[in-house]
């Protein structure tokens, strides 16, 4: 059974910096497309990265030279680097794994598994 269990949320101030992980139970992890979506509660779920399994990387425009997604592929973790935090980057974050690489990583509809989601909350 696939599990993805994220870590690392938490409460921080405008301008701060938080690493999610993403532990991942897949046997076959290396050959996944790894992303991270983020959600407000009453809007829809959002794409902010993904990382695929040969390491070329997408961002969304509002996170992009703020945020660094990177994979250890030993250890089965995907990990999201937030930098220059904003409040309007409060949500859950939730990392999710998609088998197909070449499918649109921006769409959610793409990923097979999901995590439980970590809180991230950016005070101002």
């Known amino acids: 059974q696939v599990q993805l269990v994220e870590s690392g949320g938490g409460l921080v101030q405008a301008g701060g910096s938080l690493r999610l992980s993403c532990a991942a139970s897949i046997r076959t992890f290396s050959t996944y497309a790894m992303g991270w979506f983020r959600q407000d509660p009453g809007k829809e779920r959002e794409f902010v990265a993904a990382i695929r399994y040969d390491r070329s990387i997408v961002y969304s425009d509002s996170v992009k030279g703020r945020f660094t997604v990177s994979r250890d592929n030993a250890k089965s973790t995907v990990y999201l680097q937030m930098n220059s935090l904003k409040p309007e980057d409060t949500a859950v974050y939730y990392c999710?794994?998609?088998?197909?690489?070449?499918?649109?990583?921006?769409?959610?509809?793409?990923?097979?598994?999901w995590g439980q989601g970590t809180q991230v909350t950016v005070s101002s």
């Open positions: 999710a794994a998609a088998a197909s690489n070449w499918r649109s990583l921006y769409s959610a509809a793409t990923y097979d598994y």
